[in-house]
DNA sequence: CTATTTTGCAGGAAAATTTCCTTTTCACCG
DNA sequence: CGGTGAAAAGGAAATTTTCCTGCAAAATAG
């Protein structure tokens, strides 16, 4: 009676499923013509698996990524915070300011010191300091703010590996 | 005489190239036509800008973005790596043991107490501390090492809003 | 063990898209 | 005021997507 503890029932993908993603995962654009020469195929059945993976949930999203010191943000900043207090109310309102920050790209509750972890992006230095001082620090119930500067990218990749 | 100082001397971004760009980072599958009609032109410039932007490093990769939970992949870790000595073998070494390790899908030098950062995948608790312990540390001249939980995502974009 | 249903794939055709070529438009400059 | 060059529009061929039909293998039922 008992069920496998799925979220959405996801019907299991097999090994054609992992390596159409995997093809997907490196080249989003990638028409099905290739993707179904690259697993042995013929179109129809690579298209339908595509769709259903769509569909459940297991493809999020097709995103292009761009050089980001090439459009003008040529600085990233990983920026730890902490909250005065951790009211529902208070978390809430933080996470609601975060979403609508375009330096931010990215914000994750973690274990720890700080309640979260902020990897932001600016043009420069003077643009990260006003993110700090006006639109971060603004944000009510922020408590201790500490900033680590990224200085290179080693390795910056989505590809999830099975 | 004295020019603008770009890396690879980019031809310069227009309004329209980068709502072509806002676009594709949202949609890496967007048709041509489709993109055409966002910023009310025909097909033919919107293929070519597109071209250029590919051609010139702009866009650098078209990817297909996973929900990392649904392929197994349900425990992210930011980690902490220094190393022991800062010989430019040891740091040649190291990044060549991470790049390959696909746990590892970012890696990223920093300031600070630590060398570097890294955010890592997992399927549960298990394969992590396998990975800590048998991979990373087995990386000669690694030094201290320390593990952040993720327990939440609250925001994830690679949307670079100019 | 055979019949039947189901599932997944191949092949083909219509619709849509990409991509290339030619023509047109517009702005700038002589 | 026409010349020149850059960029866009329009059109057409090639390619791709997408849907349909049919077939074969595996699973299920009798």
Redesign the pocket.
């Known amino acids: 009676m008992a069920k496998a503890p799925q979220k959405e029932e996801t019907?299991a993908l097999?090994r054609?499923d992992l390596e159409i993603l995997k093809l997907l995962q490196q080249n989003a654009?990638?028409?099905?013509?290739?993707?179904?020469a690259g697993v042995?195929?013929?179109?129809?059945?690579?298209?339908?698996?595509?769709?259903r993976m769509e569909e459940s949930g297991v493809i999020r999203q097709y995103v292009t990524l761009l050089n980001a010191s090439k459009v003008g943000k040529g600085l990233m900043v990983i920026c730890y915070v902490s909250l005065r207090q951790h009211s529902r109310h208070a978390g809430d309102k933080f996470i609601k300011s975060i979403l609508e920050m375009n330096e931010v790209l990215e914000c994750l509750t973690i274990s720890g010191e700080f309640d979260f972890l902020l990897k932001v992006v600016a043009a420069n230095m003077d643009e990260y300091y006003h993110f700090h001082v006006n639109k971060l620090s603004a944000i009510e119930n922020v408590g201790n703010v500490q900033s680590v500067f990224v200085m290179g990218v080693i390795k910056q990749t989505h590809q999830l590996v099975f």
Chains 1, 2 share one sequence.
């Open positions: 019907p097999d054609i654009r990638a028409t099905i013509k290739e993707i179904a042995h195929l013929s179109t129809t059945p690579v298209h339908e698996r595509i769709k």
